[in-house]
């Protein structure tokens, strides 16, 4: 599983979005910001990469 939190881009919104790959996630990321936030990632690529960049595993965000 798949994980963008908008707080991890220095966003303050709690709102975190998962799924099976990194495309669904970016696209429920952009669907979110879109809706939430007023910013549209489509229109800068800066923008998506930098979200890109932040999606994590599920596994890399827990703790043993």
Known sequence: MKR???????????????GATEEE???KAVEHARTAHGVDL???TTLANF???LIRDDAETQRP
């Open 25 to 27: 996630v970016l696209a």
């Open 42 to 44: 489509t229109q800068s």
């Open 4 to 18: 963008f939190a908008c707080a991890d881009a220095g966003v303050v919104c709690k709102a975190q979005v998962t």
């Open 51 to 53: 979200a890109r960049g």
